[in-house]
């Protein structure tokens, strides 16, 4: 399977007369597919270290090893294209997959869906082409063009039941792991 031309990726910077300019026009860091994942198609868009962040300097933070989470007190953005389940679900290898974005799923129990994970992040995101459920513990939302989420640190995965690829847009920022109840 080949990504789809992902949306145009701006960045801006400021000149030496402290005026506003281009600094980045493309579509972000190359697609690097998943295997291990079944075949996700994941595009890096920006990442940041600290907040608040530092807009200084021209490197393109998105050309970076690629990870679940962010950094402490970070964020990421990126695209994620998810094949259908009929496709993903054949080839993937979820703890392997986990493993090397450095996530342990080891702990977790009773999974309704082979991606389930859970992060310490709050993940800001929007679906931009196609559709998906959002799958957590106790129930499914099916998810379509323009639909968003605000996934607080808890256990989830996606699930593509349609035909077509689904393409996500992320914004994950680090955030304090939430807390079991007993």
């Known amino acids: 399977m080949t990504a789809k031309l992902t949306p145009k990726r701006i960045v801006t910077t400021q000149n030496a007369n402290g005026r506003s300019t281009v600094l980045i026009e493309d579509h ?10 079944g ?32 950094d402490l007190a970070g964020s990421l953005f990126r695209l994620i294209e998810y094949p259908p389940d009929s496709i993903r679900l054949a080839s993937m290898d979820p703890l392997a997959h986990f493993d090397s974005m450095g996530v342990d799923t080891r702990q977790d129990i009773a999974k309704r869906h082979p991606g389930m994970h859970k992060t310490d992040t709050i993940d800001y995101a929007v679906i931009v082409r196609g559709e998906i459920y959002a799958v957590l513990d106790d129930q499914e939302v099916l998810m379509k063009q323009g ?7 808890t256990h989830h995965a996606w699930s593509n039941k349609s035909h077509e690829p689904c393409l996500i847009a992320f914004v994950l ?6 807390q079991s109840i007993s």
């Open 28 to 37: 972000g860091a190359p697609p690097k597919v998943l295997s291990k994942a």
């Open 39 to 70: 075949g996700l198609i994941l595009t890096e868009l920006w990442e940041t270290k600290a907040n608040p962040a530092d807009n200084s300097g021209d490197k393109d933070l998105a050309r970076k090893e690629q990870k679940i989470e962010p």
């Open 147 to 153: 639909d968003c989420i605000v996934q607080r640190g």
């Open 173 to 178: 920022l680090s955030a304090q792991p939430l």
